[in-house]
């Protein structure tokens, strides 16, 4: 079951946000268009396996990277050793980092694998890491940031309309938090993602400015991510549970989280922190620890289709994100369309469905 061929496929689909406003730029200008950077790996007897690695702004410099250095160490070895490739190419590239892009791309590597090894076996992914509890996951809608008190409330109230009952908000303004909160009521929960805006003093004042808003959690409050003790002063006011966790790359960052006593919710993007192998490693450790395991996902390729096969595979699954945006084509059509607020677990081997070829034809940029 040796590697004959490893490449990645960028595809950057269409989209609309259902908040009559741009969304925010992903980390550069506005855009209305969102990436799948997958990978593809195919061994000597023609079994596919998908994977894929976090990617905004038709991101061609990261597929570079992942062509030119990821996968030329994976061409050749045995698909059935996924711990060992994993930290192979790991121990090898690590000057190049531990967190960031090579991550990615190992992380893409890791998924194909497993999807790999799913088919290889003939049962889904969820059975191959414990067997799944539900048939379906719980699903949150996760708005993106849409800045006035009326764009917010109009998507909260449709995504309530749609069967949401968990909504998160991206907004940083107090006044724009609370008219979402108002908008929800008692038909939704909501949680607050603020993705790293603030120093540790700021953070605090806000913490107290939305005090009594129910939040369900407080989400990345702090400048830079990695400040783990900023997080912790934030935490220790009691008023809010904190997340964190899409920006680490390793067990060991929720380690040194937990040790901080940072987070009470523990959030690994597959796609980012080392694929299904170390966040299998991440649920156990938060399991041990008394934290919260929620994982991050704002995916749509591969990856989303493995944090629906992870959800489903704890005891008690956490809640599932999809970010609130509809595509002008679905990569994996209906699978993963949300209906009344829930996703069905694909039930297929490995993944349980593999991307759409006329999908991707259609939307390639690389």
Same mark, same amino acid.
């Given at each position: 079951?040796?590697?004959?061929?490893?490449?990645?496929?960028?595809?950057?689909?269409?989209?609309?946000?259902?908040?009559?406003?741009?969304?925010?730029?992903?980390?550069?200008?506005?855009?209305?268009?969102?990436?799948?950077?997958?990978?593809?790996?195919?061994?000597?007897?023609?079994?596919?396996?998908?994977?894929?690695?976090?990617?905004?702004?038709?991101?061609?410099?990261?597929?570079?990277?992942?062509?030119?250095?990821?996968?030329?160490?994976?061409?050749?070895?045995?698909?059935?050793?996924?711990?060992?490739?994993?930290?192979?190419?790991?121990?090898?590239?690590?000057?190049?980092?531990?967190?960031?892009?090579?991550?990615?791309?190992?992380?893409?590597?890791?998924?194909?694998?497993?999807?790999?090894?799913?088919?290889?076996?003939?049962?889904?992914?969820?059975?191959?890491?414990?067997?799944?509890?539900?048939?379906?996951?719980?699903?949150?809608?996760?708005?993106?940031?849409?800045?006035?008190?009326?764009?917010?409330?109009?998507?909260?109230?449709?995504?309530?309309?749609?069967?949401?009952?968990?909504?998160?908000?991206?907004?940083?303004?107090?006044?724009?938090?609370?008219?979402?909160?108002?908008?929800?009521?008692?038909?939704?929960?909501?949680?607050?993602?603020?993705?790293?805006?603030?120093?540790?003093?700021?953070?605090?004042?806000?913490?107290?400015?939305?005090?009594?808003?129910?939040?369900?959690?407080?989400?990345?409050?702090?400048?830079?991510?990695?400040?783990?003790? *900023?997080? =912790? %002063? @934030?935490?220790?006011? /009691? !008023?809010? +549970?904190?997340?964190? #966790?899409?920006?680490? $790359?390793?067990?060991? &960052?929720?380690?040194?989280?937990?040790?901080?006593?940072?987070?009470?919710?523990?959030?690994?993007?597959?796609?980012?922190?080392?694929?299904?192998?170390?966040?299998?490693?991440?649920?156990?450790?938060?399991?041990?620890?008394?934290?919260?395991?929620?994982?991050?996902?704002?995916?749509?390729?591969?990856?989303?289709?493995?944090?629906?096969?992870?959800?489903?595979?704890?005891?008690?699954?956490?809640?599932?994100?999809?970010?609130?945006?509809?595509?002008?084509?679905?990569?994996? *059509?209906? =699978? %993963? @369309?949300?209906?009344? /607020? !829930?996703? +069905?677990?694909?039930? #297929?081997?490995?993944? $349980?469905?593999?991307? &759409?070829?006329?999908?991707?034809?259609?939307?390639?940029?690389?």
């Amino acid at each position: 079951m040796r590697i004959a061929k490893a490449e990645s496929v960028l595809v950057s689909v269409p989209f609309e946000t259902g908040g009559g406003l741009p969304p925010w730029g992903w980390g550069g200008a506005p855009a209305d268009t969102f990436d799948m950077l997958m990978v593809r790996l195919e061994t000597e007897d023609g079994l596919v396996g998908w994977g894929e690695a976090f990617s905004r702004m038709a991101d061609t410099a990261l597929k570079q990277l992942i062509d030119t250095r990821v996968l030329p160490l994976v061409v050749g070895r045995d698909a059935r050793q996924i711990a060992r490739i994993k930290h192979d190419v790991e121990f090898n590239l690590h000057n190049f980092g531990r967190v960031g892009s090579i991550m990615y791309g190992i992380s893409a590597v890791d998924i194909a694998l497993w999807d790999l090894a799913g088919k290889r076996a003939g049962r889904p992914l969820a059975e191959l890491v414990g067997g799944a509890s539900a048939a379906e996951v719980e699903v949150y809608a996760s708005l993106v940031r849409y800045g006035t008190e009326e764009a917010v409330a109009r998507a909260v109230r449709r995504s309530i309309d749609r069967g949401y009952r968990w909504i998160k908000l991206h907004e940083v303004a107090v006044p724009v938090i609370a008219a979402a909160c108002e908008a929800a009521g008692d038909d939704a929960v909501v949680m607050l993602d603020t993705n790293c805006p603030w120093s540790v003093e700021e953070a605090l004042a806000v913490d107290a400015a939305l005090d009594g808003l129910g939040l369900h959690w407080f989400e990345e409050p702090v400048w830079p991510p990695e400040n783990y003790g *900023g997080l =912790a %002063a @934030v935490r220790a006011t /009691g !008023r809010h +549970r904190i997340a964190a #966790g899409e920006n680490a $790359g390793s067990l060991f &960052d929720f380690v040194a989280m937990h040790r901080a006593g940072a987070i009470d919710i523990a959030q690994p993007d597959v796609a980012k922190t080392g694929g299904v192998t170390e966040l299998l490693k991440i649920a156990r450790f938060c399991e041990a620890n008394g934290l919260t395991y929620s994982p991050h996902c704002a995916l749509f390729g591969p990856g989303q289709i493995a944090t629906i096969h992870l959800t489903a595979a704890e005891v008690r699954p956490p809640l599932f994100e999809r970010l609130y945006l509809d595509f002008e084509a679905e990569l994996f *059509g209906e =699978a %993963a @369309v949300v209906r009344g /607020g !829930r996703l +069905r677990v694909p039930d #297929g081997p490995g993944l $349980g469905v593999d991307p &759409d070829p006329a999908v991707i034809d259609r939307y390639r940029v690389a």
